[in-house]
């Protein structure tokens, strides 16, 4: 994950199942980042530390069948996309704001 707060923008590496059967690796990109904001992971270290994010659920924010602590702030601009992901190997939420959102697959994956 690399956050630019400056320049407003962030790139996430995920891995993620396709259709139950295989891994597939991307890049998520936020522009025109407002929040972003993750819980710290309670899985072991070694499911995540050095690897991308397995992400398993995901989804417009707020949601109320989420149950995490993570909260938008209440003064976003009408044009700020509120999502969210979960990601399985580290056990925790993370919740974003920003005006554009893309994803990547990555080549051979």
Known sequence: MTVDWTGRRACLAFEMNVERKTHKFGILELD??????TEAPTAPTSEWLGRP?????????PNAAIKTSLELPGDL????????FYASNTNG?????ATTIGFLWC???
């Open 77 to 84: 601009p009408s044009d700020a996309i509120g999502h969210y």
């Open 32 to 37: 025109g980042l407002f929040f972003l904001a």
């Open 53 to 61: 994010l397995r992400i398993t659920a995901e989804g417009s924010f």
């Open 93 to 97: 939420f993370t919740v974003f704001a």
């Open 107 to 109: 080549e051979g994956t």
